[in-house]
């Protein structure tokens, strides 16, 4: 049998030279850990590879680490087992990497309790199993590698990913808040120069963009707005400015009002810069949660929770609420019905569902959300397929929940009669009274007073008989 060995300093092949002794090595690891003849009689070192620089060990490892073969470690095992054909099993420490090896170079792998302790061994005597290897020089190489390592962990980490999607719909959500309170204070101010205008032109940027290019609106008749309006828009525009009964401004206020139609012109165009950023940046972390709610959605559900990570550990319930998070906690502390949505509110599939039926929808959005959310933060393929799929049943539920709503509203209310379902009613006679089922008590007796007051017709005790019992 032959055990591969990977360390910092590259990949040994041992062969084990007793197998009697390696069935019973976990009674034997005391001894083989204390004497190192006695671990090479039962091993010894058949081949090393020794890697070039750190450069070549990082990428090795980085490799090693995702259970791949690198193409150093497919040469080895090349040179001195398939082209020697060797047709003794290989033991892996990676079940894995074992894997990976089997199927691609067809060599048989073999892993259990007996291999571990032996690696075991061979980690503790690696200093004196390895020949032309220093310890000094092995625990520089492995300091080496362990920066190196951590360097490309932190480069390509998911968390840093997550910062800048998190920093970027903040930065978004911000921009929406200062572009409102800019075009606010715009409209209010030009409106005092050209009121018409406001009512004429209904986008913001728009807006922006006009009051930047005409400036006073004396120069209106002048300017050319094609390329920012329609033709009909165009010749309203001329025409609101020349009956216009807005008051006259300075130069001074023209200048600042046009400084602050450039700045809302600016940072329309940088938002729209960040928008596309952070798609790129949720198409390549999160594909599945993007193509399920869309990207702003998707990073305002990351940035709530933390992380990607974070995210997937949430149920389907707190993802379907995250976001209305007070009125949750004031509708139990009120003994009032819970908010069925928060965040995901927002998703273009819950704006397109009839408001009877947001709140079955959002549960079982939150739910196929969750199971997208899992696939991206935990499973190793990168594509949109499980979010394509889970999309496509929401859109298949909506369709059947529209038809239950309209089969409903044609029935009517649940209980209600013909009539109230739209149907015809079956107008009957109502029954009369039939005289010959009547019949006559006759003319009643005079009672006994005695009896009267002892309540023996029903009455209270002491009650005066009616005239219908008195005999006149």
Request: proline share 3%.
């Amino acid at each position: 049998m032959l055990a591969l060995f990977e360390t910092p300093a590259g990949y040994a092949l041992f062969q084990l030279n007793d197998e009697g002794k390696f069935k019973k090595i976990e009674q034997l690891s005391d001894k083989y850990c204390s004497d190192i003849n006695a671990l090479n009689k039962l091993l010894s070192l058949k081949a090393f590879y020794k890697f070039k620089d750190t450069k070549d060990a990082l990428k090795a490892t980085s490799k090693l680490i995702k259970g791949k073969i690198p193409k150093s470690l497919n040469s080895f095992l090349q040179k001195n087992i398939i082209s020697q054909e060797v047709q003794d099993n290989l033991a892996i420490a990676d079940k894995k990497l074992g894997k990976a090896i089997s199927e691609k170079l067809g060599i048989q792998c073999i892993g259990n309790d007996k291999t571990d302790e032996l690696f075991r061994i061979i980690r503790f005597q690696v200093n004196n199993l390895l020949s032309g290897v220093s310890e000094d020089d092995l625990k520089n190489m492995t300091l080496g590698l362990a920066h190196g390592l951590s360097r490309y962990k932190l480069k390509f980490s998911t968390d840093k990913i997550d910062t800048m999607i998190i920093q970027a719909i903040s930065l978004i959500e911000d921009l929406d808040r200062e572009l409102n309170n800019y075009m606010m204070r715009l409209r209010e101010w030009y409106g005092w120069h050209f009121p018409e205008l406001g009512k004429i032109i209904a986008d913001n940027v728009v807006y922006a963009k006009v009051v930047s290019a005409i400036g006073m609106r004396t120069n209106t008749a002048n300017t050319d707005l094609s390329s920012l309006l329609s033709e009909e828009l165009d010749r309203e525009v001329k025409q609101a400015a020349e009956l216009s009964m807005g008051s006259e401004i300075s130069d001074r206020d023209e200048k600042l009002i046009h400084n602050l139609a450039e700045q809302i012109t600016v940072f329309d165009e940088y938002r729209s810069t960040l928008n596309e950023y952070l798609k790129s940046r949720m198409t390549a972390v999160a594909p599945n949660l993007t193509t399920m709610v869309g990207e702003l959605v998707g990073a305002k559900l990351i940035s709530h929770a933390g992380s990607l990570v974070s995210l997937a550990k949430y149920p389907a319930s707190t993802i379907q609420i995250l976001g209305a998070e007070k009125s949750f906690f004031k509708a139990l502390k009120t003994k009032h019905n819970t908010p069925k949505y928060g965040l995901i509110y927002q998703a273009a599939i819950i704006g397109q569902t009839p408001a009877k039926l947001k709140g079955k929808l959002s549960r079982s959005l939150a739910a196929k959300t969750s199971i997208c959310v899992r696939v991206d933060a935990l499973a190793e393929y990168e594509n949109a397929e499980v979010g394509q799929e889970c999309k496509e049943y929401i859109e298949r539920k909506l369709r059947h929940l529209e038809k239950e709503v309209l089969t409903q509203d044609s029935k009517g209310p649940r209980g209600a009669g013909p009539a109230a379902r739209g149907g015809q009613r079956d107008f009957q006679a109502a029954p009369r009274f039939n005289e010959e089922s009547d019949f006559n008590l006759g003319p009643l007796k005079r009672l006994d007073k005695t009896f009267v007051k002892a309540g023996t017709m029903g009455g209270n005790a002491g009650e005066r008989p009616s005239k219908r019992t008195r005999e006149e």
